[in-house]
């Protein structure tokens, strides 16, 4: 079935540093979505994404959170300064958005160690 | 609150079944969706249900209950390639598209 790519698959960076999440979602899909999850907990909304603009968010997405995706290529999720809470897994997902069907397409994620 | 809960663990047999449960308790509701998820990979869609009722849809069925904020997933013929975590995730706000997931149920399929 269609694939959500998600570039790197792990990243450990020094807190305060800048990362840059990247996802290559569904050619065809015009919504686009970040989760986050910690070890052994559930997965978490952080934002959604549509037409270049933030759609909906979670009280997750920090000020130090921001999204875009320049141009039709990656949507980026970016954290400024980070912190060691931002250690988890980063799940992005798209979709086609239309009705009310709920299937989301996610990546296998981008796991991030904040040291 | 508002939350969606799973059981943790769920162990079954080769050839049997397995029935996944799902309680939720949102301030809205517009769709439930299951997914499948294996270790370090993308969770896979298996089902959304929107009205209440079983949903056939061969090796996974879907049942919801809205009046009881309760859904399940019945894996029949299980083989041992099932073995998984099981994700059930709602939304909550109507035209809203964000999914409240629960913490997963990790399905053990034995020989």
């Known amino acids: 079935g269609p694939k959500v790519l998600q570039i790197p698959s792990h990243q450990i960076i020094d807190m305060g540093q800048m990362v840059t999440l990247n996802c290559d979602p569904v050619?065809?899909?015009?919504?686009f979505y970040w989760y986050k999850q910690i070890l052994g907990q559930q997965m978490e909304f952080l934002v959604n994404?549509?037409?270049?603009?933030?759609?909906?968010k979670s009280k997750l997405f920090k000020d130090q959170f921001s999204v875009e995706r320049p141009d039709g290529s990656y949507f980026t999720l970016k954290i400024q300064p980070t912190a060691l809470e931002d250690s988890a897994v980063y799940f992005c997902?798209?979709?086609?958005?239309?009705?009310?069907?709920?299937?989301?397409?996610f990546g296998p994620g981008t796991r991030l160690t904040v040291l | 609150g508002q939350g969606v809960e799973q059981p943790a663990k769920l162990m079954s047999v080769e050839g049997t079944f397995a029935r996944v449960n799902c309680t939720y308790s949102t301030s809205g509701f517009n769709g439930l969706s299951w997914y499948q998820q294996r270790e370090g990979q993308a969770p896979v869609f298996l089902s959304y249900v929107v009205l209440d009722g079983l949903k056939d849809s061969g090796h996974f069925s879907t049942f919801l209950s809205r009046s009881n904020g309760y859904s399940y997933l019945l894996l029949t013929e299980l083989q041992i390639k099932d073995s998984a975590s099981y994700l059930c995730?709602?939304?909550?706000?109507?035209?809203?598209?964000?999914?409240?997931f629960g913490t997963g149920t990790t399905v053990s399929v034995s020989p």
């Open positions: 994404f549509y037409n270049g603009k933030v759609m909906e």
């Open positions: 997902a798209s979709s086609l958005g239309t009705g009310g069907a709920g299937e989301q397409y």
């Open positions: 995730a709602v939304r909550d706000q109507q035209g809203g598209r964000a999914l409240i």
């Open positions: 050619s065809n899909h015009l919504y």
